[in-house]
């Protein structure tokens, strides 16, 4: 099956720093990839959806400015978190999808963004 | 508003015993919907998918669901629950007619105990 890797697992970091998580596909061409949070003991909130070469779509209520979201290739879309603050600590998965898997998601296995 | 409900946030069952874990969904348009299962600290697996094929879906670890269009449900079985079925169980349903954009239920965390 097709394969979606992020780095890094876990990050820790302290408040007012900027962290980049990497979602890469391995075995595909992401044409679509998309970014979800998840708060603990809860479901996944969908943030962005970005195709490659194109800027990403907002879902409303997330701060474009404060999570940069860049597709700028087929393999590899990058989730920057700006200025990072405890309450931006939560779990962050990406999904990517292709024509070549008949435009199903699959899923990293997810990044522990814990902000001190 | 589309939207996906299961019920049941946590469900415990004895080794050996059926599972049955609740998702119904509202939609004005014909949905796609999945199941996915999450084990801690990971990211999600699919189990199974209904894409307006045949309504009972078979999917991996003995798991399998049926689209019940009358009850706008889509509910995930298994016949023999095993200790490692134990993990967090999501509903999912997209609307735009392809695997884009999925909209998550709240998840369901299954237990299983000897």
């Known amino acids: 099956g097709a394969v979606v890797s992020q780095h890094p697992s876990r990050v820790i970091c302290k408040s007012g720093t900027s962290v980049k998580i990497e979602c890469r596909s391995l075995?595909?061409?992401?044409?679509?990839m998309f970014w979800y949070r998840q708060f603990p003991k809860k479901s996944l909130m969908l943030m962005a959806t970005?195709?490659?070469?194109?800027?990403?779509?907002?879902e409303q209520g997330v701060e474009k400015d404060k999570f940069l979201i860049n597709h700028a290739s087929l393999t590899l879309s990058t989730l920057t978190v700006t200025s990072a603050h405890p309450e931006d600590s939560s779990f962050y998965i990406c999904?990517?999808?292709?024509?070549?898997?008949?435009?199903?998601?699959?899923f990293g296995p997810g990044t522990r963004l814990t902000v001190l | 508003a589309q939207s996906v409900t299961q019920l049941g946030s946590h469900v415990s069952v004895s080794e050996g015993a059926l599972v049955l874990l609740r998702c119904n969904y509202s939609?004005?348009?014909?949905?796609?919907l999945f199941w996915y299962v999450q084990y801690p600290n990971q990211g999600l697996q699919l189990l199974l998918k209904?894409?307006?094929?045949?309504?009972l879906v078979k999917g991996i670890n003995g798991f399998e669901a049926e689209f019940k269009k009358s009850e706008t449900s889509f509910h995930l079985t298994k016949p023999s629950a095993h200790m490692s079925d134990a993990a967090e169980y999501f509903c999912?349903?997209?609307?735009?007619?392809?695997?884009?954009?999925?909209?998550f239920g709240a998840g369901t965390r299954l237990a299983v105990h000897p």
């Open positions: 999904s990517a999808t292709g024509t070549g898997v008949k435009n199903e998601q699959f």
């Open positions: 075995d595909f061409q992401a044409t679509t």
């Open positions: 970005s195709n490659e070469g194109s800027k990403a779509t907002y």
């Open positions: 939609s004005s348009v014909p949905p796609y």
């Open positions: 209904y894409t307006s094929a045949a309504t």
């Open positions: 999912a349903v997209s609307f735009s007619g392809g695997y884009n954009k999925l909209i």
